[in-house]
């Protein structure tokens, strides 16, 4: 069965420190894979996609950047975090194929920047 | 581009009450899906219940069901029975049928709570 790892749940962080959010998925191949951020209380914003090893998407110029080095892992990374940059960040997957059942979403990491 | 709104911010209803969430979006597609997720307090984002545009019967899911207007471009949620379990986020969502690379788009929520 399809699984999806994220990591780590917690982290609290001083400004100008870098962020390194790692996401994982097991059981599938080839997956699109997706980083979005929330702010409290707030709706989804997608921040960047993946189609392929090495493909990023980004849908928001911001002080963030992903990388996905392997075909099922996804990396959120800043070099310098703001505070602007607090929330709860989620990872998803999905698949191509005649028929979509959506995304399936890790569990989250919720980010303070202090 | 697709556009997804939930017109409710909040909403709350009595247990064992049934609840409708509104949804409408915009799209010149003729194919799509659409999700409704479900996001409790510990924010984990759970898929509730899928409908395909090119069906016309409503998805059911035990408690949960849709009302789903192709020509309104609206689709509902309703909950029946409420559980305390229920209070939740609920997040309407599109997507594109065999969208290839296109994220789903999200509206911005509706905040349900039941009360005891």
């Known amino acids: 069965s399809q699984t999806i790892h994220q990591w780590p749940a917690t982290l609290v962080q001083p400004v100008g420190s870098p962020l390194s959010l790692e996401c994982t998925v097991e059981?599938?191949?080839?997956?699109?894979l997706y980083w979005y951020r929330q702010a409290a209380g707030r709706g989804l914003q997608l921040l960047f996609y993946?189609?392929?090893?090495?493909?990023i998407s980004s849908e928001v110029p911001q002080n963030l950047s992903a990388s996905r080095p392997q075909d099922r892992q996804f990396i959120l990374s800043s070099k310098k975090l703001l505070l602007s940059d607090s929330g709860f960040y989620l990872c998803?997957?999905?698949?191509?194929?005649?028929?979509?059942?959506?995304?399936?979403f890790g569990s989250g990491t919720r980010l303070t920047v202090v | 581009a697709q556009t997804v709104t939930q017109s409710q911010p909040e909403m709350s209803v009595q247990e064992a009450e049934t609840v409708t969430l509104s949804c409408t979006y915009d799209?010149?597609?003729?194919?799509?899906?659409l999700f409704w997720y479900k996001q409790p307090p510990s924010r984990q984002m759970i898929l509730v219940i899928r409908?395909?545009?090119?069906?016309?019967q409503n998805a059911t899911e035990n408690r949960f069901s849709v009302n789903f207007q192709k020509a309104a471009k609206s689709f509902s949620l309703k909950i029946s029975d409420s559980q305390l379990g229920d209070t939740a986020m609920y997040f309407c969502a599109f997507m594109k049928y065999r969208s290839g690379n296109t994220p789903l788009v999200f509206g911005k929520g509706t905040r349900l709570s039941v009360i005891a």
């Open positions: 799209t010149s597609e003729s194919n799509y899906y």
């Open positions: 993946s189609v392929g090893i090495g493909q």
């Open positions: 409908q395909e545009a090119y069906k016309q």
């Open positions: 998803a997957w999905s698949v191509l194929g005649p028929e979509s059942y959506g995304y399936t």
């Open positions: 059981g599938t191949s080839n997956p699109n």
